[in-house]
């Protein structure tokens, strides 16, 4: 059974920075390409990254580019989030999520992890 | 980078009924060289995580229950519920993995009327 458990999440002040992580099993992690999307609080769904299978690749929304880094260990089947200079408006449920392959939809969904960035 | 827009926000459709939501998207996404359109279908329960309902914009994902279904191509696309039963209510979103960002509708919630 695919099975994604994300944590990391928490408080944090305005500025600060989180390193969300995503371990991944009933697969093998290295055959995936993986995404983080995030979820504010009753509004919709955002992409926000995805590495490919071996990391070497990575994309990045515009709203976070600079500020926050997609990695994986594929050794240790787990999926990284490193968020630095955390705003207000990052403040969301952050979802570790399959690609069903190499860019393409998501198979599989973890049940997300909150972040508020608040003083 | 590719936008997403979906009608309407919200829907409320009495059970039995037909329910339809639309999806568009501002360039197309369909590849030419596979002639496939790259967007899916999600399911969004309260206090859950998405799930997986459509992609290639018309194939249903195992397990889904064929009362749903995808269609449309290039930059208008479709999802119906042919007989809403009462699982069904959630909030729906399409996305394009046509291109980085990849982008999501911002989702239409479906209630019984």
């Known amino acids: 059974e695919v099975q994604l458990v994300e944590s990391g999440g928490g408080l944090v002040q305005p500025g600060g920075s989180l390193r969300l992580s995503c371990a991944a099993s009933g697969f093998t992690l290295s055959s995936y390409w993986m995404h983080w999307v995030r979820q504010a609080p009753g509004k919709g769904l955002v992409w926000v990254s995805r590495?490919?299978?071996?990391?070497?690749?990575?994309s990045y929304a515009d709203p976070v580019k600079g500020r926050f880094t997609i990695s994986r260990d594929n050794a240790k089947n787990t999926l990284y989030l490193q968020m630095n200079s955390l705003r207000a408006e990052d403040t969301a449920v952050y979802y570790c999520?399959?690609?069903?392959?190499?860019?393409?939809?998501?198979?599989?969904w973890g049940q997300g992890t909150l972040v508020t960035v608040s003083s | 980078d590719i936008v997403m827009n979906q009608s309407p926000d919200s829907l409320a459709v009495s059970l039995g009924e037909r329910a339809t939501i639309n999806c568009k998207s501002s360039q197309s996404v369909l590849y030419s060289s596979n002639n496939k359109n790259y967007l899916a279908w999600y399911q969004q329960k309260p206090g859950q995580p998405p799930k997986l309902l459509i992609y290639?914009?018309?194939t249903r994902e195992s397990g889904v229950p064929d009362r749903f279904s995808g269609s449309g191509s290039g930059t208008d696309f479709t999802l119906t519920i042919s007989s809403l039963q009462a699982e069904d209510v959630a909030v729906y979103y399409c996305?394009?993995?046509?291109?980085?960002?990849?982008?999501f509708g911002q989702g239409t919630k479906l209630e019984i009327k």
């Open positions: 999520a399959r690609d069903c392959s190499t860019s393409c939809w998501v198979d599989y």
């Open positions: 590495i490919n299978s071996d990391g070497s690749s990575t």
């Open positions: 290639w914009a018309s």
């Open positions: 996305q394009q993995y046509y291109s980085t960002p990849y982008s």
